[in-house]
């Protein structure tokens, strides 16, 4: 076999090249802290990286929403404390107001106060995020979910469905409840309210309380109506929705009467039509804007006649129960809201714990042995530094150099 000098040159420049690469390649690799800097180095591991990654951004957006939803669900937190705040401010000057020592004038003022509460848990209802979003409107959060009507009736114009956000790949959470369910609703169980009609007697009303929650007729809605028998004597009939009779007979004041597992208690002189309605919380008015409305109609109109007193007397009793379910109500879904962050934090928790573990398995796919790695290089070097010292020695070879 013949061996010219281009080959001999070729073959050494080809092992040069070839242990250079070899040796940039691991050069490269401790520069980047990586096994595999480019797919061809492990294309199995540099695959399964790649599903790691995806895995890992999906992961960290999940974590960015949930930062989103926390912000959201703190804002309607804050919001709901400072609405039960309210009520309760409310309800204490109610009691005030009820007192049989207040003046017309003094009534009038304690009304003001009330105005001011009022128009707070307006301000409240249409607050907004830092977005400028409304909060309690639903998907329809970009205008007041509460307006004022030609009659300056508060109603709700919002979106009857809750906001919600995907937190994790199992997890749609709700970030904001409506309006409607906060302001406009009873918690279950709220129980039952009486109400006094448009009457002409001075009847007041003590209750309902509940005697028998296992009554057949438990839980209808009640209407009480009052009349006269053949010599002028007060009597009573208590009926059902169906138009079934209940309880009825003579009226005889400061006697409970008692109907459908309930007791009603009575006091002062009925007329002829008076009426009393009596029914659970979700069937009565459930609006605490509502509620507040009577309340300031009552106390801003001057009381002379005993009926005007009862009828301000009741309204006060039936506002103030009213005001204590809205209160239940407004608690309830604070609670959930609480319930919500406190899972945000689970799934935090869980969430990090996954990302640690996709970290782990990416350092496993790609990452660099260092102590292997600089092994590799000294022996790369060696093996680079022979290739070149190799070249050198036989690029001198010629038999011209033996021939004097």
Do not use: H
């Not at 107001?97 to 301000?123: C, F, H, K, M, N």
């Not at 009457?199 to 309902?208: D, I, Q, S, Y």
């Not at 309880?247 to 006697?255: L, M």
């Amino acid at each position: 076999m013949r061996i010219s000098t281009v080959t001999m040159f070729d073959q050494s420049v080809s092992s040069m090249n070839r242990q250079q690469g070899e040796f940039m390649k691991v050069g490269q690799q401790i520069a980047s802290g990586r096994r595999v800097v480019n797919p061809s180095d492990d294309p199995q591991a540099a695959s399964r990286a790649v599903g790691v990654s995806q895995a890992q951004a999906v992961t960290q957006q999940y974590a960015d929403a949930r930062v989103s939803a926390r912000n959201a669900l703190a804002q309607s937190e804050s919001v709901l404390n400072s609405v039960s705040n309210a009520i309760t401010g409310g309800k204490t000057l109610l009691v005030q107001a009820a007192s049989d020592t207040l003046s017309d004038a003094d009534r009038q003022s304690v009304a003001s106060e009330l105005r001011g509460i009022y128009e707070t848990l307006i301000g409240q209802a249409n607050a907004t995020d830092g977005n400028g979003r409304y909060l309690f409107g639903g998907y329809k959060d970009d205008s007041p979910p509460f307006i004022r009507d030609g009659d300056g009736k508060v109603e709700y114009i919002g979106d009857q469905s809750t906001r919600a956000q995907r937190i994790d790949a199992s997890r749609l959470m709700p970030v904001a409840d409506n309006g409607a369910r906060i302001f406009q609703s009873v918690a279950s169980g709220a129980g039952y309210i009486a109400e006094a009609g448009d009457n002409a007697g001075n009847v007041t009303f003590k209750g309902p309380q509940v005697t028998d929650p296992a009554d057949p007729d438990f839980g209808e809605t009640y209407t009480l109506t009052f009349d006269e028998d053949g010599g002028g004597n007060p009597t009573f009939e208590v009926t059902a929705a169906d138009g079934s009779v209940a309880a009825d007979g003579a009226y005889v004041a400061g006697q409970p009467i008692a109907f459908g597992g309930l007791s009603l208690t009575l006091d002062g002189t009925p007329a002829p039509g008076d009426e009393i309605r009596v029914g659970q919380a979700e069937a009565m008015n459930s609006d605490l804007f509502v509620s507040f409305e009577k309340a300031l109609a009552v106390l801003e109109t001057p009381t002379t006649t005993p009926a005007e007193k009862a009828e301000l007397r009741n309204t006060l009793n039936t506002v103030m129960r009213e005001l204590d379910n809205g209160l239940d109500n407004v608690l309830t879904v604070r609670a959930s809201v609480g319930a919500r962050l406190n899972e945000l934090d689970v799934v935090d928790a869980v969430g990090d714990n996954r990302m640690i573990n996709y970290e782990q398995t990416m350092s496993d796919l790609v990452d660099l042995d260092y102590a292997e790695a600089i092994s590799e290089y000294s022996l790369r070097q060696v093996g680079l530094q022979a290739a070149q010292r190799a070249f050198v020695d036989i690029k001198g070879l010629s038999l011209f150099d033996y021939l004097r």
